[in-house]
Protein backbone atom coordinates (compact mmCIF):
# COMPACT_ATOMS: atom_id res chain seq x y z
CA UNK A 1 0.00 0.00 0.00
CA UNK A 2 1.29 3.34 -0.69
CA UNK A 3 1.31 6.19 1.82
CA UNK A 4 -0.90 8.58 1.60
CA UNK A 5 -0.20 12.10 0.22
CA UNK A 6 -0.59 13.81 3.84
CA UNK A 7 2.12 11.04 4.97
CA UNK A 8 4.79 11.88 2.71
CA UNK A 9 4.07 15.98 3.06
CA UNK A 10 4.04 15.50 6.43
CA UNK A 11 7.47 13.61 6.00
CA UNK A 12 8.97 16.17 3.91
CA UNK A 13 7.83 19.05 6.35
CA UNK A 14 9.72 17.23 8.93
CA UNK A 15 12.80 16.55 6.88
CA UNK A 16 13.01 20.38 5.75
CA UNK A 17 12.24 21.18 9.56
CA UNK A 18 15.12 19.42 10.54
CA UNK A 19 17.58 20.75 7.71
CA UNK A 20 16.50 24.14 8.52
CA UNK A 21 17.32 23.68 12.76
CA UNK A 22 20.50 21.80 11.77
CA UNK A 23 21.92 24.67 9.20
CA UNK A 24 20.78 27.43 11.96
CA UNK A 25 22.73 25.47 15.32
CA UNK A 26 25.94 25.75 12.78
CA UNK A 27 25.06 29.08 10.97
CA UNK A 28 24.89 30.10 14.96
CA UNK A 29 27.89 29.14 15.71
CA UNK A 30 27.82 30.72 19.06
CA UNK A 31 29.33 28.15 21.44
CA UNK A 32 29.59 29.01 25.07
CA UNK A 33 32.61 27.37 26.72
CA UNK A 34 34.15 27.26 30.36
CA UNK A 35 37.67 26.37 30.26
CA UNK A 36 39.06 24.86 33.64
CA UNK A 37 42.34 24.26 31.52
CA UNK A 38 44.87 26.81 31.46
CA UNK A 39 46.55 25.77 28.37
CA UNK A 40 42.96 24.81 26.59
CA UNK A 41 42.29 28.70 27.27
CA UNK A 42 45.39 29.44 25.62
CA UNK A 43 44.64 27.14 22.63
CA UNK A 44 40.97 28.89 22.23
CA UNK A 45 42.23 32.27 22.32
CA UNK A 46 44.79 30.96 19.79
CA UNK A 47 42.37 29.58 17.23
CA UNK A 48 40.57 32.80 17.27
CA UNK A 49 38.04 31.01 19.50
CA UNK A 50 38.26 33.40 22.88
CA UNK A 51 34.75 35.28 22.26
CA UNK A 52 33.12 31.76 22.80
CA UNK A 53 34.91 31.63 26.32
CA UNK A 54 32.00 32.60 29.01
CA UNK A 55 34.16 30.95 32.23
CA UNK A 56 37.73 30.43 33.03
CA UNK A 57 39.62 29.83 35.91
CA UNK A 58 41.64 32.02 38.23
CA UNK A 59 44.70 30.49 37.02
CA UNK A 60 44.11 31.22 33.34
CA UNK A 61 45.63 33.93 33.28
CA UNK A 62 46.77 34.44 29.68
CA UNK A 63 46.37 36.12 27.28
CA UNK A 64 45.53 39.33 28.91
CA UNK A 65 41.96 38.92 27.73
CA UNK A 66 40.94 36.12 30.01
CA UNK A 67 41.03 38.83 32.48
CA UNK A 68 37.43 40.14 31.50
CA UNK A 69 36.37 36.31 31.22
CA UNK A 70 34.19 35.50 34.64
CA UNK A 71 35.88 32.85 36.90
CA UNK A 72 34.48 29.86 38.10
CA UNK A 73 36.92 28.81 40.78
CA UNK A 74 40.87 27.75 40.94
CA UNK A 75 42.29 24.82 38.60
CA UNK A 76 41.20 22.62 41.56
CA UNK A 77 38.58 23.83 42.67
CA UNK A 78 36.24 25.39 40.19
CA UNK A 79 32.93 25.69 41.22
CA UNK A 80 30.03 23.70 40.02
CA UNK A 81 27.34 25.95 41.04
CA UNK A 82 29.07 28.47 38.86
CA UNK A 83 29.62 26.13 35.78
CA UNK A 84 26.02 25.43 35.49
CA UNK A 85 25.23 29.39 35.77
CA UNK A 86 26.89 30.27 33.04
CA UNK A 87 25.09 28.04 30.95
CA UNK A 88 27.91 26.59 28.89
CA UNK A 89 27.55 24.05 25.54
CA UNK A 90 30.59 22.69 26.91
CA UNK A 91 33.14 22.42 29.62
CA UNK A 92 36.73 21.62 29.27
CA UNK A 93 38.00 19.83 31.84
CA UNK A 94 41.58 18.48 32.98
CA UNK A 95 42.16 15.36 34.06
CA UNK A 96 43.05 13.44 36.55
CA UNK A 97 42.87 16.74 38.84
CA UNK A 98 38.83 17.57 37.69
CA UNK A 99 37.49 14.12 37.64
CA UNK A 100 35.20 14.81 40.47
CA UNK A 101 33.83 18.03 38.24
CA UNK A 102 33.64 16.11 35.19
CA UNK A 103 31.60 13.12 36.88
CA UNK A 104 29.10 15.78 38.72
CA UNK A 105 29.03 17.63 35.14
CA UNK A 106 27.91 14.20 33.51
CA UNK A 107 25.10 13.53 35.84
CA UNK A 108 24.12 17.49 34.87
CA UNK A 109 23.95 16.40 30.91
CA UNK A 110 26.35 19.40 30.49
CA UNK A 111 28.54 17.98 27.91
CA UNK A 112 32.53 18.22 28.81
CA UNK A 113 35.71 17.85 26.88
CA UNK A 114 38.27 15.85 28.79
CA UNK A 115 42.19 17.25 28.31
CA UNK A 116 44.75 15.22 29.49
CA UNK A 117 47.83 15.60 27.22
CA UNK A 118 50.67 13.29 28.18
CA UNK A 119 52.98 13.93 25.16
CA UNK A 120 52.93 16.70 22.10
CA UNK A 121 50.76 13.94 19.99
CA UNK A 122 48.22 14.05 21.91
CA UNK A 123 48.14 17.51 22.65
CA UNK A 124 47.62 17.53 18.55
CA UNK A 125 45.01 15.47 19.01
CA UNK A 126 43.45 17.03 21.50
CA UNK A 127 43.63 20.79 19.67
CA UNK A 128 42.13 18.95 16.72
CA UNK A 129 39.06 17.14 18.25
CA UNK A 130 38.66 20.85 20.67
CA UNK A 131 38.33 22.48 16.88
CA UNK A 132 36.12 20.00 15.58
CA UNK A 133 33.59 20.67 18.48
CA UNK A 134 33.05 23.94 18.46
CA UNK A 135 33.73 24.14 14.53
CA UNK A 136 36.84 26.22 14.28
CA UNK A 137 38.75 22.97 12.33
CA UNK A 138 40.80 25.10 9.72
CA UNK A 139 42.03 27.38 12.81
CA UNK A 140 42.98 24.27 14.80
CA UNK A 141 44.91 22.56 11.49
CA UNK A 142 46.71 25.80 10.85
CA UNK A 143 47.63 25.91 14.70
CA UNK A 144 48.54 22.37 15.00
CA UNK A 145 51.00 22.27 11.29
CA UNK A 146 52.40 25.94 12.55
CA UNK A 147 53.22 23.93 16.10
CA UNK A 148 54.68 21.04 14.49
CA UNK A 149 57.05 23.13 12.62
CA UNK A 150 58.17 24.56 15.72
CA UNK A 151 58.49 21.92 17.68
CA UNK A 152 60.48 18.91 15.82
CA UNK A 153 62.12 16.49 18.87
CA UNK A 154 65.89 16.38 19.12
CA UNK A 155 67.64 12.55 19.05
CA UNK A 156 71.15 13.69 20.41
CA UNK A 157 73.51 10.79 20.79
CA UNK A 158 73.64 10.98 24.64
CA UNK A 159 70.43 12.35 26.60
CA UNK A 160 71.33 14.85 29.51
CA UNK A 161 69.91 13.70 32.54
CA UNK A 162 67.67 16.29 33.80
CA UNK A 163 66.35 17.08 37.64
CA UNK A 164 62.90 19.31 37.19
CA UNK A 165 61.99 20.73 40.16
CA UNK A 166 58.24 22.20 41.15
CA UNK A 167 58.61 22.84 44.63
CA UNK A 168 61.13 22.59 47.32
CA UNK A 169 59.27 21.80 50.67
CA UNK A 170 58.74 19.22 50.03
CA UNK A 171 60.77 18.10 46.86
CA UNK A 172 57.83 18.10 44.17
CA UNK A 173 59.50 16.43 40.70
CA UNK A 174 57.70 15.46 37.73
CA UNK A 175 56.90 11.79 37.03
CA UNK A 176 56.58 9.77 33.94
CA UNK A 177 52.54 10.28 33.74
CA UNK A 178 53.13 13.99 32.46
CA UNK A 179 53.38 15.92 29.51
CA UNK A 180 56.86 17.73 31.12
CA UNK A 181 58.62 14.33 30.81
CA UNK A 182 57.43 13.56 27.10
CA UNK A 183 58.86 17.16 25.98
CA UNK A 184 62.04 16.38 28.26
CA UNK A 185 62.70 13.69 25.86
CA UNK A 186 61.30 15.29 22.88
CA UNK A 187 63.81 18.57 23.75
CA UNK A 188 66.84 15.34 23.98
CA UNK A 189 67.04 14.99 27.22
CA UNK A 190 66.23 12.53 30.41
CA UNK A 191 64.09 13.15 33.38
CA UNK A 192 65.89 11.26 36.33
CA UNK A 193 62.71 10.52 38.27
CA UNK A 194 60.71 9.70 34.27
CA UNK A 195 60.85 6.32 36.15
CA UNK A 196 58.46 6.86 38.49
CA UNK A 197 54.78 6.26 37.31
CA UNK A 198 52.97 9.10 39.27
CA UNK A 199 52.51 12.61 37.75
CA UNK A 200 54.21 14.52 40.79
CA UNK A 201 56.23 12.51 42.87
CA UNK A 202 57.64 13.60 46.43
CA UNK A 203 60.64 12.61 46.32
CA UNK A 204 64.18 12.96 48.62
CA UNK A 205 67.30 14.76 48.49
CA UNK A 206 69.00 11.57 48.68
CA UNK A 207 67.59 10.41 45.78
CA UNK A 208 68.16 13.51 43.90
CA UNK A 209 72.09 13.07 44.84
CA UNK A 210 71.74 9.92 44.09
CA UNK A 211 70.57 9.96 40.43
CA UNK A 212 73.31 13.35 40.17
CA UNK A 213 71.33 15.91 37.56
CA UNK A 214 74.03 17.21 35.05
CA UNK A 215 70.83 20.19 34.46
CA UNK A 216 68.66 21.05 36.93
CA UNK A 217 65.31 23.18 36.05
CA UNK A 218 63.89 24.96 38.88
CA UNK A 219 60.49 25.97 37.98
CA UNK A 220 59.23 27.47 41.47
CA UNK A 221 60.56 31.02 42.45
CA UNK A 222 63.33 29.95 44.85
CA UNK A 223 66.79 29.99 44.36
CA UNK A 224 68.73 26.21 45.21
CA UNK A 225 72.36 27.03 46.06
CA UNK A 226 73.45 26.81 49.34
CA UNK A 227 71.89 23.42 49.93
CA UNK A 228 73.78 21.27 52.28
CA UNK A 229 74.94 17.66 50.60
CA UNK A 230 74.06 19.62 46.64
CA UNK A 231 77.27 20.85 46.09
CA UNK A 232 78.66 17.90 44.55
CA UNK A 233 76.13 17.32 42.19
CA UNK A 234 77.54 17.71 38.48
CA UNK A 235 74.62 20.22 37.81
CA UNK A 236 75.49 22.74 40.87
CA UNK A 237 79.25 21.92 40.30
CA UNK A 238 78.83 22.85 36.51
CA UNK A 239 76.71 25.53 37.36
CA UNK A 240 73.83 24.04 35.03
CA UNK A 241 71.16 25.44 36.98
CA UNK A 242 68.25 27.23 35.05
CA UNK A 243 65.91 28.87 38.01
CA UNK A 244 65.15 31.84 35.61
CA UNK A 245 62.20 30.07 33.44
CA UNK A 246 58.90 30.77 33.48
CA UNK A 247 56.46 27.55 34.38
CA UNK A 248 53.97 28.21 32.40
CA UNK A 249 56.13 28.07 29.07
CA UNK A 250 56.85 24.45 30.22
CA UNK A 251 53.69 22.85 31.69
CA UNK A 252 51.04 24.17 30.07
CA UNK A 253 50.70 21.83 26.49
CA UNK A 254 49.90 25.16 24.53
CA UNK A 255 50.87 27.56 21.94
CA UNK A 256 53.55 28.90 24.55
CA UNK A 257 55.63 25.46 24.59
CA UNK A 258 57.32 26.70 22.02
CA UNK A 259 59.23 29.42 23.56
CA UNK A 260 59.47 26.70 26.75
CA UNK A 261 60.89 23.99 24.07
CA UNK A 262 63.40 26.34 22.00
CA UNK A 263 64.94 27.21 25.55
CA UNK A 264 64.89 23.27 26.61
CA UNK A 265 66.58 22.90 23.25
CA UNK A 266 69.16 25.67 23.99
CA UNK A 267 69.90 24.11 27.34
CA UNK A 268 69.84 20.39 26.10
CA UNK A 269 72.28 21.15 23.49
CA UNK B 1 70.47 1.85 86.17
CA UNK B 2 70.04 -0.36 83.63
CA UNK B 3 67.18 0.97 82.40
CA UNK B 4 69.35 4.18 81.71
CA UNK B 5 71.97 2.54 80.28
CA UNK B 6 69.71 0.18 78.14
CA UNK B 7 67.34 3.32 76.73
CA UNK B 8 71.03 5.29 75.82
CA UNK B 9 72.28 2.75 74.36
CA UNK B 10 69.21 1.80 72.17
CA UNK B 11 68.92 5.46 71.51
CA UNK B 12 72.37 5.22 69.91
CA UNK B 13 71.66 2.00 67.67
CA UNK B 14 68.76 4.50 66.04
CA UNK B 15 71.49 7.17 65.95
CA UNK B 16 73.47 4.58 63.96
CA UNK B 17 70.63 3.33 62.05
CA UNK B 18 69.24 6.89 61.03
CA UNK B 19 72.79 7.44 59.55
CA UNK B 20 73.68 4.29 57.99
CA UNK B 21 70.13 2.85 56.75
CA UNK B 22 69.06 4.61 53.35
CA UNK B 23 67.96 4.09 50.21
CA UNK B 24 71.40 4.93 48.79
CA UNK B 25 74.73 4.94 49.18
CA UNK B 26 76.62 6.37 51.61
CA UNK B 27 78.83 9.52 50.75
CA UNK B 28 80.19 12.66 52.24
CA UNK B 29 77.29 14.58 50.61
CA UNK B 30 74.53 11.72 52.03
CA UNK B 31 76.57 11.89 55.06
CA UNK B 32 75.47 15.48 55.78
CA UNK B 33 71.79 14.73 54.53
CA UNK B 34 71.40 12.09 56.94
CA UNK B 35 73.18 13.96 59.88
CA UNK B 36 70.93 17.24 59.50
CA UNK B 37 67.93 14.11 59.47
CA UNK B 38 69.08 12.76 62.65
CA UNK B 39 69.81 15.99 64.25
CA UNK B 40 65.75 17.41 63.74
CA UNK B 41 65.09 13.86 64.33
CA UNK B 42 66.57 14.19 67.65
CA UNK B 43 65.38 17.21 68.40
CA UNK B 44 61.99 16.60 67.30
CA UNK B 45 61.66 13.86 68.73
CA UNK B 46 63.05 14.67 72.12
CA UNK B 47 61.17 18.67 72.70
CA UNK B 48 57.25 17.01 71.86
CA UNK B 49 58.03 13.98 73.65
CA UNK B 50 59.27 16.68 75.84
CA UNK B 51 56.35 19.06 76.37
CA UNK B 52 53.66 15.79 76.28
CA UNK B 53 55.60 14.59 79.82
CA UNK B 54 55.69 17.92 81.04
CA UNK B 55 51.80 18.61 80.21
CA UNK B 56 50.60 15.28 81.32
CA UNK B 57 51.93 15.89 84.68
CA UNK B 58 51.23 19.33 85.06
CA UNK B 59 47.38 18.55 84.09
CA UNK B 60 47.41 15.29 85.65
CA UNK B 61 45.51 13.79 82.85
CA UNK B 62 46.96 10.98 80.13
CA UNK B 63 45.31 12.72 77.11
CA UNK B 64 47.23 16.17 77.24
CA UNK B 65 49.59 16.51 74.89
CA UNK B 66 50.92 19.13 71.99
CA UNK B 67 47.55 17.94 69.76
CA UNK B 68 45.10 17.92 72.23
CA UNK B 69 45.90 21.17 73.92
CA UNK B 70 45.86 22.15 70.72
CA UNK B 71 49.17 24.31 70.50
CA UNK B 72 50.00 21.75 67.69
CA UNK B 73 47.20 22.54 65.58
CA UNK B 74 47.69 26.54 66.17
CA UNK B 75 51.30 26.22 65.12
CA UNK B 76 50.19 24.68 62.16
CA UNK B 77 47.51 27.36 61.62
CA UNK B 78 50.25 29.97 62.35
CA UNK B 79 52.59 28.78 59.40
CA UNK B 80 50.02 27.51 57.28
CA UNK B 81 49.09 31.39 57.00
CA UNK B 82 52.80 32.01 56.85
CA UNK B 83 53.14 29.73 53.56
CA UNK B 84 50.58 31.49 52.12
CA UNK B 85 51.34 35.29 52.66
CA UNK B 86 54.43 35.20 52.77
CA UNK B 87 55.53 31.93 50.53
CA UNK B 88 57.71 30.15 53.47
CA UNK B 89 57.08 28.74 56.62
CA UNK B 90 57.67 31.45 58.92
CA UNK B 91 58.23 30.46 62.89
CA UNK B 92 57.15 33.32 64.43
CA UNK B 93 53.72 32.98 63.16
CA UNK B 94 53.76 29.56 64.45
CA UNK B 95 54.66 30.43 67.65
CA UNK B 96 51.97 33.26 67.91
CA UNK B 97 49.60 30.50 66.60
CA UNK B 98 50.70 27.85 69.37
CA UNK B 99 50.39 30.60 71.77
CA UNK B 100 47.19 32.22 70.53
CA UNK B 101 45.41 29.10 71.08
CA UNK B 102 47.22 28.24 74.39
CA UNK B 103 45.90 31.57 75.35
CA UNK B 104 41.81 30.78 74.59
CA UNK B 105 42.52 27.64 76.26
CA UNK B 106 43.66 28.63 79.29
CA UNK B 107 41.11 31.30 79.69
CA UNK B 108 38.60 29.24 79.28
CA UNK B 109 39.84 26.25 81.33
CA UNK B 110 40.82 28.46 84.13
CA UNK B 111 39.18 29.76 87.27
CA UNK B 112 40.21 31.29 90.62
CA UNK B 113 43.31 29.40 92.19
CA UNK B 114 43.90 27.36 89.31
CA UNK B 115 42.80 25.36 86.06
CA UNK B 116 39.78 23.10 85.22
CA UNK B 117 41.48 20.38 83.89
CA UNK B 118 38.38 18.79 82.27
CA UNK B 119 37.75 22.17 80.69
CA UNK B 120 41.33 22.48 79.11
CA UNK B 121 41.01 19.64 77.53
CA UNK B 122 37.90 20.18 76.30
CA UNK B 123 38.79 23.67 75.03
CA UNK B 124 41.99 21.93 73.52
CA UNK B 125 39.76 19.93 71.13
CA UNK B 126 37.37 22.41 70.61
CA UNK B 127 40.31 24.90 69.63
CA UNK B 128 42.20 21.81 67.43
CA UNK B 129 38.83 21.40 65.21
CA UNK B 130 38.91 25.40 64.84
CA UNK B 131 42.37 25.32 63.99
CA UNK B 132 41.99 22.07 61.22
CA UNK B 133 38.89 23.93 59.64
CA UNK B 134 41.00 27.58 59.19
CA UNK B 135 44.13 25.25 57.70
CA UNK B 136 41.24 23.44 55.26
CA UNK B 137 40.30 26.81 54.00
CA UNK B 138 43.71 28.17 53.56
CA UNK B 139 44.40 24.89 51.90
CA UNK B 140 41.18 25.34 49.52
CA UNK B 141 42.07 29.10 48.62
CA UNK B 142 45.99 28.32 48.21
CA UNK B 143 46.03 25.31 45.63
CA UNK B 144 49.43 25.50 44.91
CA UNK B 145 50.81 25.65 48.52
CA UNK B 146 48.62 22.07 48.93
CA UNK B 147 51.47 19.72 49.09
CA UNK B 148 53.53 22.28 51.50
CA UNK B 149 50.83 22.40 54.15
CA UNK B 150 49.69 18.72 53.84
CA UNK B 151 53.73 18.04 54.87
CA UNK B 152 53.88 20.35 57.32
CA UNK B 153 50.65 19.00 59.10
CA UNK B 154 51.98 15.38 59.21
CA UNK B 155 55.48 16.50 59.66
CA UNK B 156 58.80 15.42 57.66
CA UNK B 157 62.30 14.89 58.50
CA UNK B 158 63.40 15.57 54.95
CA UNK B 159 63.60 19.64 55.13
CA UNK B 160 65.79 21.43 53.30
CA UNK B 161 68.52 22.86 54.43
CA UNK B 162 70.39 26.18 52.73
CA UNK B 163 71.86 28.99 53.27
CA UNK B 164 69.23 31.15 54.12
CA UNK B 165 67.60 28.87 56.75
CA UNK B 166 70.87 27.22 58.08
CA UNK B 167 71.67 29.46 60.86
CA UNK B 168 68.21 30.19 61.57
CA UNK B 169 67.54 26.44 61.85
CA UNK B 170 70.27 26.17 64.44
CA UNK B 171 69.79 29.07 66.51
CA UNK B 172 65.85 27.71 67.34
CA UNK B 173 67.47 24.37 68.05
CA UNK B 174 69.43 26.11 70.50
CA UNK B 175 66.68 28.62 72.00
CA UNK B 176 64.68 25.60 72.30
CA UNK B 177 67.44 23.39 74.64
CA UNK B 178 67.55 26.07 76.98
CA UNK B 179 63.74 26.12 77.30
CA UNK B 180 64.43 22.44 77.97
CA UNK B 181 67.16 22.75 80.71
CA UNK B 182 64.61 25.88 82.08
CA UNK B 183 61.68 23.57 82.55
CA UNK B 184 63.23 20.17 83.34
CA UNK B 185 64.74 22.53 86.76
CA UNK B 186 60.59 21.90 88.00
CA UNK B 187 60.98 18.46 87.92
CA UNK B 188 60.01 18.26 91.81
CA UNK B 189 56.82 20.92 91.47
CA UNK B 190 55.48 18.53 88.61
CA UNK B 191 56.13 15.44 91.29
CA UNK B 192 53.77 17.60 93.57
CA UNK B 193 50.99 18.68 91.13
CA UNK B 194 50.89 15.41 89.55
CA UNK B 195 49.84 14.29 92.95
CA UNK B 196 46.84 16.87 93.18
CA UNK B 197 46.64 20.40 93.20
CA UNK B 198 45.26 20.61 97.13
CA UNK B 199 48.68 19.36 98.39
CA UNK B 200 50.47 21.43 95.90
CA UNK B 201 48.96 24.69 97.14
CA UNK B 202 49.48 23.38 100.68
CA UNK B 203 53.08 22.88 99.67
CA UNK B 204 53.31 26.61 99.04
CA UNK B 205 53.51 26.45 95.42
CA UNK B 206 51.56 29.06 92.94
CA UNK B 207 49.84 27.31 90.64
CA UNK B 208 48.45 29.46 88.70
CA UNK B 209 51.85 30.91 88.11
CA UNK B 210 53.65 27.82 87.92
CA UNK B 211 50.74 26.59 85.42
CA UNK B 212 51.18 29.84 83.33
CA UNK B 213 54.88 29.46 83.31
CA UNK B 214 54.56 25.66 82.25
CA UNK B 215 51.96 26.38 79.65
CA UNK B 216 53.46 28.91 77.62
CA UNK B 217 57.15 27.80 77.47
CA UNK B 218 56.18 24.65 76.32
CA UNK B 219 53.60 26.07 73.79
CA UNK B 220 56.76 28.14 72.55
CA UNK B 221 58.53 24.75 72.50
CA UNK B 222 55.91 23.41 70.04
CA UNK B 223 55.60 26.18 67.82
CA UNK B 224 59.47 26.40 67.25
CA UNK B 225 59.43 22.53 66.41
CA UNK B 226 56.35 23.06 64.48
CA UNK B 227 57.94 26.01 62.52
CA UNK B 228 61.15 23.05 61.51
CA UNK B 229 59.66 20.00 60.80
CA UNK B 230 55.70 20.18 60.85
CA UNK B 231 53.15 19.22 63.18
CA UNK B 232 54.76 15.31 64.24
CA UNK B 233 51.74 13.84 66.21
CA UNK B 234 51.61 10.72 68.35
CA UNK B 235 55.39 11.25 69.89
CA UNK B 236 54.09 13.92 72.64
CA UNK B 237 51.34 11.55 73.60
CA UNK B 238 52.70 7.78 73.54
CA UNK B 239 56.31 8.30 74.50
CA UNK B 240 55.60 9.73 78.28
CA UNK B 241 53.05 6.87 79.13
CA UNK B 242 56.40 4.50 77.57
CA UNK B 243 58.62 6.63 80.13
CA UNK B 244 56.28 5.91 83.32
CA UNK B 245 55.94 2.66 82.48
CA UNK B 246 59.80 2.40 82.52
CA UNK B 247 60.86 4.78 85.44
CA UNK B 248 57.63 5.21 87.12
CA UNK B 249 55.94 8.35 87.98
CA UNK B 250 58.82 10.61 89.29
CA UNK B 251 59.18 13.39 86.70
CA UNK B 252 63.56 13.72 87.62
CA UNK B 253 63.59 10.20 85.43
CA UNK B 254 60.81 10.15 83.26
CA UNK B 255 61.05 13.85 82.00
CA UNK B 256 65.09 12.67 80.77
CA UNK B 257 63.42 9.67 79.39
CA UNK B 258 60.68 11.43 77.35
CA UNK B 259 63.30 13.75 75.85
CA UNK B 260 65.46 10.14 74.99
CA UNK B 261 62.57 8.02 74.18
CA UNK B 262 61.04 10.57 71.43
CA UNK B 263 64.38 10.97 69.96
CA UNK B 264 64.93 7.34 69.40
CA UNK B 265 61.55 6.80 68.10
CA UNK B 266 60.87 9.59 65.72
CA UNK B 267 64.57 8.11 64.32
CA UNK B 268 63.05 4.78 64.12
CA UNK B 269 60.02 5.78 62.43
CA UNK B 270 62.44 8.33 60.32
CA UNK B 271 64.55 4.99 58.99
CA UNK B 272 61.58 3.32 58.30
CA UNK B 273 59.51 5.83 56.16
CA UNK B 274 62.98 6.68 53.96
CA UNK B 275 63.15 2.81 53.48
CA UNK B 276 60.34 1.51 52.71
CA UNK B 277 59.32 3.68 49.44
CA UNK B 278 61.56 5.94 46.87
CA UNK B 279 59.17 8.99 47.34
CA UNK B 280 59.49 11.28 50.88
CA UNK B 281 56.82 9.98 53.17
CA UNK B 282 55.74 12.55 55.95
CA UNK B 283 57.29 10.78 59.45
CA UNK B 284 53.71 11.42 60.94
CA UNK B 285 52.24 9.01 58.78
CA UNK B 286 54.76 6.15 60.33
CA UNK B 287 54.57 7.32 63.31
CA UNK B 288 51.64 6.35 64.26
CA UNK B 289 51.47 3.34 62.27
CA UNK B 290 54.66 2.26 64.25
CA UNK B 291 53.49 3.33 67.55
CA UNK B 292 50.13 1.98 67.75
CA UNK B 293 50.82 -1.67 67.97
CA UNK B 294 53.80 -1.34 70.23
CA UNK B 295 51.36 0.82 72.70
CA UNK B 296 48.62 -2.11 72.12
CA UNK B 297 51.50 -4.44 73.59
CA UNK B 298 53.02 -2.59 75.77
CA UNK B 299 49.60 -2.03 77.86
CA UNK B 300 48.75 -5.80 77.31
CA UNK B 301 51.61 -6.79 78.71
Not at chain 1, 12 to 18: E, K, T
Not at chain 1, 225 to 241: C, K, P
Not at chain 2, 119 to 131: D, P, Q, T
Amino acid sequence: MLPSRHSIIFAAVLLVFAFLTCAQEKKGNDYRVVSLSPAMTEILFSLGAGSKLVGVTTFCDFPAETKKIAKVGDFSNPSVERIVGLKPDLVIVNLPEQGRIKRELDKLNIRTFVSSPASLAEMYEEISELGAAIAVQSAADSLISYMKSNLKPVVPAKRKKVYIEISPRPLVTVGSTTFLNSLIHDAGGTNIFGDLNRAYPVVTQESVIARDPEIILVLHPERITGRTGWQNIEAMQNNLVYDDLDPDHFMRPGPRLIQGFNKLCEILK
Amino acid sequence: MTKTALIIIVFLAAVACGILIGPTSLDAQILQLRIWRVVLGIFAGGVLAFCGCLLQGLFGNPLVEPYTLGSASGAALGASIGILVFGTINPFLAFLGSLGTGFFVYTVARIEGGLLRDRLILAGVVMSFLCSSLVMIIMVMGGRELYEILYLLMGYLGVIINDSNRIMIIALMIVSLGLVAFLYRFHRELDVISQGTETAAGLGINIQNFSLVIFFSSALLIGLTVSIVGAIGFVGLIIPHVAKLIFGPKHRYNLGASLVLGATFLLIADTISRIITVYELPVGVVTSLVGVPFFIYLYKK
